[in-house]
Every structure is written in structure tokens, then in C-alpha cells.
């Protein structure tokens, strides 16, 4: 067994046709095992190794931070908030009837993947007009506290890392990925729109040769089964105490004053309290 | 495709003589395990090297499957009674005749003198696509070969096609939900009853399937109520040859006429989509109302609502539409004032 499925077309190509959907087992096994490796490191082995912040003069920038830290606009949590919808919708319409729960999937998740996609064109613009573009997107100076902290974490020399700017790296590299899967599933997904009856597209199978069709099929599989993982992974750090604060913002908009200082560098973040 | 050879596959034969037996080999086996009835459709699957079970159970030594007793005034079919032994019970004659005129038109005397009444209403789609051996939807791909801008598809279906647009090709099917019938479905965990027109189970929900039937379960029997008996029936099948073939479209109704007007009623037709379809709205419409040509062309038009032909079978909506009619009526068209 193979992570692919293959079959023979009409003329005679082997072409790919899905993912062996055993991988979804995979994903949420792997999800799990890696929630629990990670819950018994926080818990065991991180108080150890535990490292402070290389501080930074911040005196000047430190008189004008008020109580709440604004965090996110109403624009980006409502964003969030149906995006998250959507991406459960997904889910259960894509693997609840391959655990055995069989019900009529199709129109419901192509309508979710639908404000999926809606949502994902929305928040491009969103955030390349109206949002600071770069802040979610790893720079220099994450990728060297990266290392910094790999060193102090396995026991080597090295100097403490500096505090995160405004998200914080695993909160951009979450977002790095879930851009990668998220567009995977998109632009196959409403090329996919083409194969099945919509009121949208006139259903033409031979849109595209077999293969294409194969090959678009098993990424849309791939990057399905990879958010099952993914989507585990952030609703366990979303509960995990240390980052509750990070997901009531995605709720009320704001961090605290004490969290904002304890987490974040106000050179790198610039908070007025306007 | 699909090569019509002389030799089966290899695969481990069990012939269980109870019911028992068989459902702790299905138990045992699982998806592994086909269970072979009269083997009308097994033996097309099996010796077209498409299907390759790894263990085949075969039903033919299980006599209690067999027969057809009546219970409180309806009726217990084993699900292994052939369709000849349906056809000729005088008691399915003289009560429940749709089921006896359904039986005795599908395929050949000899075919019906084989066939069984569970494996009739079990029977896989008859798509030539998904015959042939192509990776469809139904065989677990990703595509319908039979709805493409160039496929041949004028026996496929015309309502609620889901991405697969086979149709069910049984002929007893729509009699037995006109009958109200119960499927009795028994696994090694006990026994559960289905209404018949439950049983089916259209691509949306289950692609790979036609039925409920979950690996290690069985068709026992067909129970067929007394609320029916001695209804006025009609049942009419259309094919393309009058010999022998599967349906174009069938329709079954049983009613109960009171008056001139209609007091009851249940229409199925078969072959217009995934699952024989029972015309619920039709149904509705014609409660109460006089049995007569204005009301079947009422109904015929109701009937077709939301249809959405392929490039080659748009015949099937004036199709079903006359056949709708004709079923209110109770009389051939031509007869008609």
C-alpha cells in the first residue's frame, strides 16, 4: 500500500487518481502523538531548559503602552472566526463519511469550500491593503532567535533570543503552512467544483487530462489529511494556559499590557496607545 | 476492460447449510467475503476478473432462505426464493399480483429460474462504464465515464444523479416498496428490519453501494404486509427488447379506490435514478382525487419535476412521464377517452 491510488484510464495510462485515505488515520494519529509529545515537554523537560529574553533598552517605548493591547481588528476575527467554520465544515463533509458515517457530502463541502475561498481572497486583500503585511511572515532576526533557542533548548551556549515581535514564530510558522495547504485545497477544490454539479460550472470531467486531474486530486487529499493535523495542533495550543491569553484576543481584539511585555518586543511591535 | 474469460479468479468457496453458518463466515471474513445468491451477477463480476473476492459464500445450501410462508395475512419471502417460485405462489397471485407481474418481468425463464428475490433487489448497477472494469466513482475513482460531454448514457438517470448516474435495474424493487415491504437484515450481532424502500442507497450518500447492507450482513427475507393485499395494482416495464433486458423505466402502484377517487396510494418507478424512487408528491397530489386521465396527466407532470437528462436519454422524462400517467389511470393510454 502506497500513499497514492492508482488506476487505468481509457487509454491505458496508469494516471493517480486519490490518496490511499488511510493517510487521514495517519494525520490524526500523527496529530495526537505529536499534542502528547509536546504536552509532556512543556510539562517535563521545558521548565528545565527554560531561557530569559536578551533585553532590550525599552524604557522610551514602554511609557506609552496602555492596559489592552490591541491585537486584532474586528475585520480579522470575524475573518478568523469563518474561516474556522469553513475549514470544520471541510473536514467533517470530507472524512466523517470515510469513518463510516456516510450522509449526502458534496454540496455541503462545496459550499464550505466556498466560503473558504471567499474568505482566503478576502483576507489577502485584507491584509495586503489594510493589515501589516509583513508581520506574519518569519524575518531575520525570528530565524536567528530560531536558532538561539534550539541551542539554550538542547543545552548548548548561546545568546538568549530576543523576544518576538508581533506574532510570535511558531504563530508564523503555522501560518506559513496552513497558506500552503489552505491554497492547495482552495485552487484544486474549485477546479474540483468542474467535476461534480453545481449551479456555477458546466460539469466537463475533461477540463484537463487524466493525470492533471490525478495529480490535482491527491494534492487536494494530501493537503485535506495534512489539516486534520494542523487543525489539531492549533486548537490544542489555542487551550494550552501559556497561549490563552493569544486566543481570547482572537475573541475581544486585545492582549494584556503584562502579556504584551513579557512576550513581545515593543521595538519590534510598536504599541501607541491610541 | 473488462475481458469475459472462461476461468474465475481463484477464491476460497464456503457453502454454509444454515444461516448460522453464514453469518459467522461473514462475520468472519468481513469486506473479504462475497455472498453469492443465484449468481445472475456474481458470476458476470467473477468471470470478467473484476471483482476478485478472496472468499465467496455461497447461499444455494441454506434451505431456510428459501420458500415463501404467509405471515398474519401477509407474506415471508426467504430472500434465496427464486423468481420463477415468486411468480408462480398462488398466494403472491392472488394478494400482492404487482410483486408476481415485477418478478415475471425481469430477464429470461431461465434466469428467473435461478435468480433470487433477494439478489434481484441486491443486484450491482448495470452501467456498462463501471461493468466494463473503469475506475469510476462507483468503483472507488473519481470520475463518471457515463456523464461526459461525449459518454453513451441513455439508460442512465435523469433525478438525483450525484456525480454517478447509474440506476438501479431491479424489477421486483419498486413492487415491494409499493407493498410496503421490510428487508430483514441478520448478522452475527442480531437482526435489524429495514423498510424496503430504505434499503437503497443513492451515490450521494454511499457511491461505492447500492444498498445498506454492511459487510457482514445479510438479506434474510422480504416481509410484505397484509395493508396491500387485494389492491388495485399496476405495474409496467419498458425495455428495448421484449424478450428479455433490464428496464428503460418500470413503474409499480398499488391503491385503494373508493368512490371513483383515490382513498390510497403509494407509485415507485425504477430505473430513473440511483434508488427506485417512491413518488411521494405524486402521491400526495392524487390522495382524493378521481381515478381518471386528468389526474394521471397531472401526476405525470408532477412526477418529472427537477429532472436533468444526459445527452442521450431525454426520452426518459416523456418516458417516465407517460408512465406516471398510465399507472394513475390503471389503463393503457391508447384505451383513454
Redesign the interface.
Known sequence: MGLVQFATNPWGQNVPIHIEFVLMWAAAIGGLAFLMVHAIYVQFVAAKTAHTYAMTDQAAALAGIPEKVHRHSLVARLFHWIMSLAMFALLITAFLPRMGYPFAWVEYHWIAGLVLTASIIFHIFHASFWMDFWSIWPDKVDIEDAKRRWKLATGKSSPQPRKFAKYPMENKMYHLIIVLAGLSVTLTGVFMMKRVRTPFFVRNPYLFSDMTWGMMYVLHGLAGVGLIGLIMAHVYFALRPEKFDITKSMVGGSITREHYLEHHDPERWVVTSK | ?AIIRDIMPAFELFQPATVGDALGLLDQHGSDAWVLAGGLDSFDWLKDRIKRPKVVIDLSQVSELRGIKEVAGGLEIGAMTTLTEVVRNPIVKEKFAILSTGAELAASPQIRNQGTIGGNVSQDARCWYYRGG??CYRA??????A???TAVNREHAILH???CVAVNPSDSAPALIALEAQMVIRSVKGERVVNAEDYF??P???ITHMTVLKPGELLTAIRIPATWAGAQFYFEKVRDRQVWDFPLMNVASAMVVNGGNIEKIRIVVNAAAATPLRLTAVENAVRGQPRNPATGEMAGKLAVVGA?PLRYNGYKVPLMRNLVKRAISGVEEAKWA
Open positions: 476492460m473503469w475506475k472507488g475513482g473519481n470520475i463518471c465515464f456523464d461526459t460531454p444523479a450525484d456525480r442507497v443513492g450521494d450518500i454511499d436533468e
